[in-house]
């Protein structure tokens, strides 16, 4: 999961309906999220002696406890410690589609020596939630755990299927949850479109939310290996096709390159919409490089900055060298890794063809190394924003909801290419300059996963209701 920074200001708010609110009395949403929260951090689920399986098959006891039938809880994966789990909350019309609810129960690893606290013990500490996993992303597990149960405690039937589907494998390491979902049990989880809790999500400067970003896009994953070899020979007679120079040139031109700017509905959205947050300067650029045809001046200036670069175009660059075999012998191979960003749609043969034009050198063989299935972009449906404003309403009123392409990856991408849109949204605010995930410390303040809990919650109640004619 990653979040992005750079935003304005905004405070909090109360509008549920009558009825939600007496069976809310009933149901202690506050008690049960921090409950489900800490049974999630308190179960390892890192790759290396973690297990996703007994924290599904808790979680699938909590559903099993609320009275959902037990053929629509479902635990299942490749083996024994890497499981997902399934639960299918039947809806009033069977004959739409399902919407897929989806996070991810595996996290990074944890060293309890780089951490002030036991990285697996909940602890709450200066109006925090600690552990691994609070903001990657065991909190919007929780929430969408929560939400359903109170859903159920208010006898509400959605009007048509909703999926929940907490998985594993996401952070690497271990066989990947949605992608074997999605080889041997596609009607599980099969969806007209996705809500993904990691991926975007709602910003905050010193705890007041200013942004609810909806990642719609990501970019897709490239790695290709350049290799040089030669016969070698006497360092004490060089020549000029020596294979670390050669290998050198192709790095350096492949740097120099630039690719063409390209738009999709998303950055052009993302531009557009952020503008307002920026000083009248950047906004202006920000506004003139996204509107057609473009303006050249402006997208030179925003190429200069790292984000709104990756954002325009597709990125390569250098992330590993090897060469020679001693200090006394001409090298006899010379490699590197090349990583790109893709912008989705730009095909993988295509990028190496424009590689290998751009090296111009025959002696550098390209070898892909790894090459992520394509990651179109969700349309931006208007159904959909409706809801998420409608719901951030409980994190802060006119919160301005900003659509996102995503320059790493998640799982939203397995469920893209499958052809189900995917819009990542988690509803529990992190300060732009607190994010942890991944790291040491991880935590997530709990009035916002309160808030986020809440978000949730409408958010499901808006999707899952039937629609007016
Ligand atoms: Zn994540």
């Known amino acids: 999961m990653i979040r992005f920074a750079r935003h304005a200001v905004i405070a909090v708010c109360a509008a549920v309906s009558a009825a939600g609110s007496l069976a809310a009395q009933a149901f202690d949403q506050r008690a049960v999220g921090r409950a489900v929260f800490k049974e999630l951090i308190e179960t390892n689920t890192t790759p290396s002696v973690g297990n996703t399986t007994k924290a599904a098959e808790l979680i699938a006891a909590r559903f099993r406890a609320a009275g959902f039938p037990v053929a629509d809880i479902v635990v299942i994966g490749p083996d024994e410690t890497h499981k997902n789990l399934i639960v299918r909350i039947r809806g ?4 739409r589609k399902p919407i897929l609810l989806l996070a991810h129960l595996d996290v990074v690893e944890a ?43 208010e006898r509400f039937t959605p009007a048509r299927d909703l999926i929940l589907a907490l998985t ?12 074997w979902l999605l080889a041997n049990h596609r009607d599980l989880i099969d969806a007209e479109y996705c809500v993904n809790m990691d ?15 909806m990642q719609a896009a990501e970019k897709v994953y490239f790695d290709v290996t350049l290799t040089v070899r030669d016969k070698g020979g006497h360092s004490s007679l060089p020549r000029r096709d020596n294979a670390i120079n050669t290998l050198a040139r192709a790095l350096v031109r492949i740097s120099d390159h630039t690719f063409p700017v390209a738009f999709n509905e998303i950055t052009r959205a993302y531009f557009l919409r952020s503008a307002a947050f920026h000083s009248a300067a950047l906004a202006a650029d920000l506004r003139a490089a996204a509107t057609e045809p473009g303006d050249s001046a402006a997208i030179r200036r925003l190429s200069d900055d790292a984000w709104f670069n990756a954002l325009m175009r597709t990125t390569c660059t250098a992330t590993l060298l090897s060469a020679g075999h001693a200090p006394n012998a001409l090298p006899q191979t010379a490699t590197a890794n090349v990583n790109c960003r893709r912008l989705p749609g730009l095909a993988s043969d ?7 034009s751009v090296i111009a050198d025959t002696s550098v063989a390209l070898t892909i190394l790894e090459d992520a299935p394509q990651s179109p972009p969700s349309p931006l449906r208007a159904d959909v924003e409706a809801a998420v404003r409608a719901a951030s309403e409980a994190i802060a009123p006119g919160l301005p909801l900003i659509p996102t392409m995503e320059t790493g990856a998640t799982d939203g991408l397995y469920i893209r290419n499958a052809g189900i849109p995917t819009y990542g949204l988690s509803g529990i605010a992190i300060d732009t300059d607190d994010i942890r995930s991944h790291g040491r410390d991880e935590r997530v303040r709990i009035e916002a996963f309160e808030r986020g809990q809440e978000f949730t919650y409408r958010l499901l109640r808006i999707i899952s209701a039937p629609v007016t004619p």
């Open 168 to 179: 594993a494998g996401e952070e690497g390491g271990m066989p990947n949850g949605v992608e």
């Open 92 to 95: 009033a019309d069977r004959t």
């Open 199 to 213: 991926g975007g999500g709602a910003d905050s400067e010193n705890g007041i939310p200013i942004a609810l970003n």
């Open 350 to 356: 295509s990028l190496i063809r424009i590689l290998t």
């Open 111 to 153: 060293e309890r020596s780089d951490w002030s606290m036991d990285p697996f013990a909940f602890t709450e500490r200066d109006g925090f939630y600690y552990g691994r996993g609070t903001q990657d992303v065991k909190g919007g597990a929780a929430t969408l755990v929560t939400a359903l149960l109170r859903m159920r405690a």
